[in-house]
């Protein structure tokens, strides 16, 4: 009977100990799970903020992957690729003019960097991301006013590069069409009366400025055109007729989950 006791005392013990072996197995394994999915992540984000800071495109992104909410305030409400769109596909109405003076955006060359950009003017307000294929397009913002009124002053950049300009007056405080197309009259026209709701102004250069008034709000965007690479990948995404055109699907899809945070 001791015999068996001692016997059948060893096997409870060695089972016991294969028990808390697989628990604490098990244990671990849930452990290693939690930190992959909570602290691995959130490790990669605090690098993230450290070498490329919180407006980065590395960082934005971060949050789409990983179904968070943007942290930062979007620009726009709608989607980069309309905005941009309006020089590849001709709005209804429009009415073309030429200048022989250079189309620029505020004070900032085209072709800066965003590190140029925010060391004339700041920490931007407001900020958007996107991708067209592989290129990184990032929109930067800053409140301003015209005439008493708000607006945003908004710059494209596309793989760091300033591509394109937008002035967005403000939606709930109606500007005043008429002094809006006053100033871009003066300045590149002569001072020509301008009726159209939609124009388009091409520079010397190629650049081109766009003036739409929807009844809602209106805007003035300047687009670059003396960039090969810019030029390419622009014609890529919005050239429909062509058949890389159907990269401006995917840039909307693309842009759309960007958004949806």
Do not use: W
Request: charged share 25%.
């Amino acid at each position: 009977m001791i015999v068996l006791a001692s016997g059948g005392g060893a096997f409870d013990g060695g089972f016991l100990t294969l028990v808390v072996v697989i628990v604490a197995i098990f244990s671990i394994s849930l452990f290693v799970i939690f930190l992959k999915k909570n602290t691995f992540p959130l490790l990669n984000l605090i690098l993230i903020k450290i070498f490329n800071g919180k407006y980065s495109f590395e960082y934005l992104e971060f949050f789409k992957k990983n179904d968070l909410r943007n942290p930062l305030t979007n620009c726009i409400k709608d989607e980069i690729t309309l905005h941009i769109s309006v020089f590849f596909q001709r709005l209804k109405g429009a009415v073309d003019y030429t200048t022989e003076i250079p189309i620029e955006f505020k004070d900032i060359p085209f072709l800066s960097s965003y590190k140029t950009l925010v060391q004339k003017f700041g920490t931007p307000d407001c900020i958007n991301i996107a991708r067209f294929e592989k290129n990184r397009v990032k929109v930067v913002g800053y409140h301003e006013t015209f005439h008493q009124k708000k607006m945003k002053s908004l710059f494209y950049f596309l793989e760091d590069e300033f591509f394109m300009g937008e002035f967005v007056f403000s939606e709930t405080r109606r500007m005043d069409p008429t002094q809006v197309k006053e100033g871009i009259s003066e300045k590149y026209l002569d001072g020509v009366n301008l009726e159209a709701d939609t124009l388009y102004v091409e520079g010397p250069l190629g650049n081109i400025l766009n003036y739409h008034d929807n009844g809602f709000f209106s805007s003035v965007k300047y687009l670059y055109r003396g960039d090969l690479r810019i030029n390419e990948v622009l014609n890529n995404v919005f050239l429909l007729s062509s058949q890389k055109g159907q990269a401006f699907k995917k840039a909307m899809i693309q842009e759309e989950s960007l958004n949806r945070f």
